[in-house]
């Protein structure tokens, strides 16, 4: 069954200018999907693909993420280690104006611009308190009103003086070509194409031609609107999400690496085999020592 997800999400917020949300897994929140406000996201529980703008990488338990406006993003647990669980995500999202307003009255507040500025690419903030930020977090949720934006600001001052932010997503949307209005829902369509995808990675039968289908697209319409909307060439988001999802069954299982190479979707082994060893720089049987040996996942390759 397919659905078909809005890829513009619209927040109603609880006050003027933040909102606390977590949810679990599996989840509908769980999609492709961008806003006009800026999110920081923790992850509580599961491993998997973090998809922001065209970056597609490693998360895990206490990873913790910022993205800009209107940048496209969505956290995909891995299946095959994978567990229902009632909180995956803890996350806060407040609203660009009321930060400008505020570097405007405390000129002080404006150290914070470039942060907020590198945003627009989306960030991780590699080995940072997971602690702390579950704590300032839940100190966001169980307050209100000015407590709840005190509890932000901190949580925020905090992030800029940590020294290991790293930039995701080459492609940063524009806020203007990412409101302008979407003729026939082009967006929504490429989002269920995305959604499609990160779901059904192991179905042999997709390809750029059922891809524009699914989309209503022509097939040379369908490239160039999802290589704008998504950062990404169809053929090579089909074979990253693949190989993402080789990288987990070869960490988490004792499958062979044939087995896996045709229940990540691909027909033959040595195809596979030339697609990870381009995107991992190693082998498959490599990856798996790697990954075995002690190596944090932060330590492979992208």
């Not at 490693?58 to 669980?85: E, Q």
């Not at 806060?92 to 404006?110: H, M």
């Not at 960030?123 to 949720?141: K, P, V």
Request: hydrophobic content about 40%; proline content about 4%.
């Amino acid at each position: 069954m397919s659905i078909i997800l809005p890829e513009v999400e619209y927040v109603d917020r609880t006050s003027d200018s933040i909102r606390y949300l977590q949810h679990g897994w599996p989840s509908e929140l769980c999609r492709w999907h961008s806003h006009r406000e800026y999110e920081l996201h923790l992850v509580v529980e599961t491993h998997g693909k973090a998809f922001i703008g065209d970056y597609i990488g490693d998360f895990a338990p206490g990873s913790l993420f910022l993205t800009g406006p209107h940048l496209p993003h969505n956290w995909v647990t891995d299946k095959v280690r994978g567990r229902a669980v009632e909180i995956r995500d803890m996350l806060v999202q407040f609203d660009k104006e009321s930060i400008t307003r505020l570097a405007r009255a405390f000129p002080e507040f404006a150290e914070m611009t470039p942060m907020l500025e590198l945003a627009g690419s989306g960030i991780e903030f590699e080995d940072f308190d997971a602690q702390y930020a579950d704590d300032r977090l839940s100190a966001i949720r169980d307050s209100a009103g000015a407590e709840s934006i005190m509890a932000l600001l901190e949580f925020l001052l905090r992030l800029n003086a940590h020294p290991k932010k790293k930039s995701l997503s080459v492609k940063a949307l524009s806020a203007d070509a990412a409101t302008r209005p979407d003729e026939g829902g082009t967006h929504a369509r490429i989002a269920e194409v995305v959604d499609h995808v990160t779901n059904n990675f192991y179905d042999e039968t997709i390809s750029l031609a059922t891809a524009a289908e699914m989309a209503c697209l022509s097939p040379a319409a369908f490239s160039r609107n999802f290589h704008r909307i998504t950062g990404n060439r169809f053929v090579e988001f089909v074979n990253r999400v693949r190989v993402g999802q080789a990288c987990a069954m070869l960490y988490a299982t004792d499958k062979q690496v044939s087995a896996i190479c045709y229940e990540v979707g691909y027909r033959n082994l040595a195809n596979f085999n030339r697609h990870f060893v381009k995107m991992k720089q190693m082998t498959p049987t490599a990856y798996r020592e790697a990954a075995r040996s002690g190596l944090t996942r932060k330590d492979m390759v992208h």
